[in-house]
Nanobody, 121 residues
Framework: QVQLVESGGGLVQAGGSLRLSCAAS????????MGWYRQAPGKERELVAR???????NYADSVKGRFTISRDNAGNTVYLQMNSLKPEDTAVYYC???????????????WGQGTQVTVSS
């Protein structure tokens, strides 16, 4: 049974920092591309950052230079370090796992239950 469990969300003032964690089980973690997505009220879910099995990363333009995604394959955990937070970063943040062969996704993708991040002005 695949489980992705996020933690680290909370309430922070603008300009502050948070570190989100996502612990994975039930998958061969090192094979998976791990992603962080977010969904604000009334908006669609959007990609925040992604890290491949070879540790290539990509970020949404809105978070470049402020957020950093990293992974610990030994601990089956992916992190999102969020600095210089802005009120517009307020959303539920979700962890995802998907496997790719080249650019083709293979099989199912998996999602965590989400963690709330609220940035006050």
């Amino acid at each position: 049974q695949v489980q992705l469990v996020e933690s680290g969300g909370g309430l922070v003032q603008a300009g502050g920092s948070l570190r989100l964690s996502c612990a994975a089980s039930g998958i061969t973690f090192s094979f998976y591309t791990m992603g962080w997505y977010r969904q604000a009220p009334g908006k669609e879910r959007e990609l925040v950052a992604r890290i491949t099995s070879s540790r290539s990363t990509n970020y949404a333009d809105s978070v470049k230079g402020r957020f950093t995604i990293s992974r610990d394959n030994a601990g089956n955990t992916v992190y999102l370090q969020m600095n210089s937070l802005k009120p517009e970063d307020t959303a539920v943040y979700y962890c995802s796992a998907a496997m790719y062969r080249g650019s083709t996704k293979i099989g199912d993708d998996y999602w965590g239950q989400g963690t709330q991040v609220t940035v006050s002005s």
